[in-house]
């Protein structure tokens, strides 16, 4: 059974960087499609960043500039570098691989950007 699990997450004061990781098992990561996802309290899920199986990336403009995704296939792990973090990025980060139409969700680590 493929599991996604992430790590990284935190407190950080605004300004602040933090990296979050995401590894697999059970599957390799080089076939899929791969995005992180985060949910604020009282708001819906929302794509942050993803890269096709090819390498190919996508940002929501709110972190275009300042976030960057990353893979390690061989590692079969995924990254999510933050940078210059600011109050409206604290939520809940989750990972997701997608194949065929079918979607792998990680649990979750919590990112709470706070002075």
């Known amino acids: 059974q493929v599991q996604l699990v992430e790590s990284g997450g935190g407190l950080v004061q605004p300004g602040g960087s933090l990296s979050l990781s995401c590894e697999a098992s059970g599957r390799w990561l080089r076939f899929y499609d791969m995005g992180w996802y985060r949910q604020a309290p009282g708001k819906q899920r929302e794509l942050v960043a993803d890269?096709?199986?090819?390498?190919?990336?996508n940002y929501v403009d709110s972190v275009k500039g300042r976030f960057t995704i990353s893979r390690d296939n061989a590692k079969n792990t995924v990254y999510l570098q933050m940078n210059s973090l600011k109050p409206e990025d604290t939520a809940v980060y989750y990972c997701n691989a997608r194949l065929a139409g079918i979607d792998l969700w990680g649990k979750g680590t919590l990112v709470n950007v706070s002075s």
């Open positions: 890269m096709t199986s090819g390498g190919a990336t």
